[in-house]
């Protein structure tokens, strides 16, 4: 099992609230992703970064932010939360291209 | 465009059973094909990736496949439990960024009944 770790679980907020989901490995990875699930659904990429201070956004446009000063944590902001941001955020992290670890995901409810 | 196909979309087996699942893929240039799991409420989970030049893998009751020419693959579960009841994800990374850009399939909901 790969040391990736999401805070908190499961969030539910309302409209408006300033929110961040963490993300962190303990396994050195340089390259680290933020994808978002909705039911059913692929993966989306939504953030990604191939070091410190290295951010680029991903395939799904999302109005999320993320920041990377340090290796191992890759934390991810949304200013002001909408209904349309419920969904399941996953963070994942790489040593290459050849494998992606996951973490166990952050469900997310704005009402 | 780079496209994951699954099929079926859900399978209900009975425990014991073996199951085969089905990836079709568009993805070029191909680098490698991997096979997720994924329950309920959790982070995906490794359970196969595959090359090239790798024909089958497997990794205890999980056997996959891979035809490189006709770009399918599938995903046989042998002896089927109850704890294989999860989303099956058919995930296919490209060579053409160093970033090894992923392409996920939906996945196909397996659930074991007893």
């Known amino acids: 099992e790969a040391d990736i770790y999401q805070t908190p679980r499961y969030l539910v907020i309302g409209t408006g609230k300033k929110i961040t989901l963490e993300c962190s490995q303990t396994?050195?990875?340089?390259?680290m992703y933020w994808y978002q699930q909705d039911p059913g659904m692929e993966l989306h990429l939504i953030h990604y970064?191939?070091?410190?201070?290295?951010?680029e956004k991903g395939d799904l446009s999302s109005e999320s932010t993320v920041s990377r000063i340090r290796t191992e944590h890759f934390p991810l902001t949304l200013e002001s939360a909408r209904p349309s941001h419920t969904s399941q955020y996953l963070c994942?992290?790489?040593?290459?291209?050849?494998?992606?670890?996951f973490g166990p995901g952050t469900r997310l409810t704005v009402t | 465009k780079n496209q994951v196909e699954q099929s079926p979309q859900s399978l209900i087996i009975l425990e014991g059973k073996n199951c085969t699942l089905q990836?079709?893929?568009?993805?070029?240039?191909?680098?490698?094909l991997r096979w997720y799991k994924q329950d309920t409420g959790r982070g995906p989970v490794s359970l196969t990736i595959?090359?090239?030049?790798?024909n089958t893998k497997s990794n205890g009751r999980y056997t996959a496949t891979l035809d490189a020419d006709t770009k399918q693959s599938s995903l046989h579960i042998t002896a089927s439990q109850l704890s294989d009841s999860a989303s099956y994800i058919c995930?296919?990374?490209?060579?053409?960024?160093?970033?090894?850009?992923?392409?996920f399939g939906r996945g196909t909901q397996l659930t074991v009944w007893p």
């Open positions: 994942a992290s790489s040593a290459s291209s050849y494998e992606q670890y």
């Open positions: 396994m050195g990875h340089d390259k």
């Open positions: 970064s191939y070091g410190v201070n290295s951010t």
């Open positions: 990836c079709n893929y568009t993805v070029s240039p191909f680098s490698n």
């Open positions: 595959m090359t090239f030049s790798e």
């Open positions: 995930v296919v990374s490209d060579r053409g960024s160093t970033l090894g850009r992923l392409y």
